[in-house]
């Protein structure tokens, strides 16, 4: 069981002789097997809240427990996918996914195959010995998502993984979500720009406003969804406009 609880956490940083408060008391419960998707303009400690679930961060105040374990470092059971894909570029696709399986699989043919299975799952069965510069900025992205996979994390984590990428590629790999989300219902964490993205690919969506959660939205509609039904516009009307009130809370000071 891998969910995600958030109980009352509070992350300052120092910035200079200022102090950021990123998270104010903020609590959460994520689903094992829930895709979870976080809204919210820039600053409202998305990225912090991905950070404390990976172990990158430690926070001042409450508990992060991941699979009732309190979260202390990053670990195995937890893997990211940043937005720009941060492959080592010497390696090909293959042995940049191999390589996360050093410390669990001791044969190095056993690895490789592990790998090459999971870049087919995504998508790149035929490019499994071309190197980083020899793909598209999407290929990479899903070479990073084929290496987070392999490792069978608990937890999936996601910061504006498409952020980069042009619109048509942009829907494939929302296409690929959608399905590996079908396939290993791996518990994820997700922070997107896109209202139409999160309502696209979530069982539930955050929005965050100045370090808290400021509501959490079900999506109740089956896959495949449709972008253009009165039920999802309307959600997402509803959504947008959440996110905009915490916007104007946020400028009154309220
Ligand atoms: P988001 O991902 O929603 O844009 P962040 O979690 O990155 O928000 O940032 C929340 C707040 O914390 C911002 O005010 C940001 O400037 C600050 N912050 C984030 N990381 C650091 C850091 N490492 N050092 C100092 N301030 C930080
Ligand atoms: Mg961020």
Not at 53 to 71: L, Q, S, W
Not at 143 to 163: K, Q, S, W, Y
Request: glycine fraction near 8%; charged fraction near 25%.
């Amino acid at each position: 069981m891998t969910d995600v609880i958030f109980d009352d956490v509070d992350k300052r940083y120092r910035q200079g002789d200022r102090q950021v408060h990123a998270l104010r008391g903020c609590s959460l419960h994520i689903r094992q097997g829930e895709f979870f998707s976080l809204l919210g303009p820039s600053g409202t400690g998305k990225t912090t809240l991905l950070n404390l679930v990976a172990g990158f961060e430690t926070p001042d105040g409450g508990r992060v427990t991941t699979g009732a374990r309190p979260v202390t470092r990053p670990g195995r059971d937890r893997a990211v996918v940043f937005q720009a894909p941060t492959l080592l570029p010497w390696l090909t696709a293959r042995d940049n996914v191999a390589q996360g399986l050093r410390g669990s699989i001791r044969s190095r043919s056993a690895r490789r195959a592990a790998a090459t299975e999971q870049l087919a799952e995504v998508g790149l069965a035929d490019a499994a010995a071309r190197h980083p510069y020899q793909m598209s900025g999407g290929m990479q992205q899903r070479v990073g998502i084929a290496r987070a996979l392999v490792m069978n994390p608990g937890v999936l984590l996601m910061d504006e993984p498409f952020a980069a990428l042009d619109s048509y590629v942009r829907k494939e790999m929302q296409q690929l979500i959608v399905r590996l989300q079908r396939e290993r219902a791996v518990t994820t964490v997700f922070v997107t720009h896109s209202v139409e993205e999160a309502l696209l690919l979530s069982t539930r969506v955050g929005v965050m406003a100045a370090g808290r959660l400021a509501d959490v939205f079900e999506v109740p509609f089956e896959h495949p969804r449709d972008v253009t039904s009165p039920e999802f516009n309307e959600l997402r009307r509803t959504v947008l406009d959440r996110i905009a009130a915490g916007v104007r809370s946020e400028r009154s000071g309220v």
